[in-house]
């Protein structure tokens, strides 16, 4: 019995190797394989903020981003010009962090971007100074400029709860948190 189960395993790994292979020569990349690359904007998802996550340190801030009536845009404009918004925010972010941080596609409309302390509150200014002059949307931002004690589930909590404050003051917002030295963020 033993040895049949080694070779299934044995086989089924053969198999996931040689897709591996060549998915790999086909020029994808080792994240999208592995599935840490988001399939409708083209960058890290979730899994890869998951996966990252570990390695933040209190010299990183954090910010939450979502788009400012989003379900009105999907409604009005259709879903295939909310994913061209999504595609859109995200090669904006992407470049806004690069190379000092990066940006991940969190959940729906929401994305969040890891970034280093010193430069978030510039980032976020000239995210939405560019927003209002360039594009046809807003977004609202949360943000927790002193991840205390790394980015733990209580930074996110926090960052969410500032985002939702942003959204309740209206368009193209941003609340900055800065918790206290002995606080978790």
Do not use: W
């Not at 020569?25 to 999208?32: A, I, L």
């Not at 209002?132 to 980015?151: A, D, I, P």
Request: with cysteine.
């Amino acid at each position: 019995m033993l040895t049949r189960i080694a070779r299934s395993v044995n086989i089924a790994v053969q198999v996931a190797m040689l897709g591996f292979e060549k998915s790999y020569k086909s020029g994808e990349s080792v994240d999208s394989i592995m599935g840490y690359v988001d399939c409708l904007t083209g960058i890290s998802n979730r899994a890869a903020f998951e996966r990252d996550r570990a390695g933040v340190d209190d010299s990183y801030s954090l910010i939450m981003i979502d788009v400012d009536d989003f379900k009105s845009i999907n409604d009005s404009r259709g879903h295939l010009q909310g994913d061209n918004i999504l595609r859109r925010l995200a090669s904006i972010l992407s470049q806004a962090v690069a190379p000092l941080g990066r940006a991940y596609r969190f959940a729906g409309d929401e994305f969040v971007l890891v970034v280093p302390r010193r430069e978030a509150v510039f980032l976020c200014n000239a995210i939405r100074d560019y927003m209002k002059k360039r594009e046809s949307f807003t977004v609202s931002q949360g943000v927790v400029l002193n991840l205390n004690q790394g980015l733990t589930n209580d930074a996110l909590t926090t960052v969410d709860s500032a985002l939702s404050k942003s959204k309740k003051h209206g368009k193209c917002n941003i609340t900055m948190v800065v918790p206290a030295p002995n606080q978790a963020a």
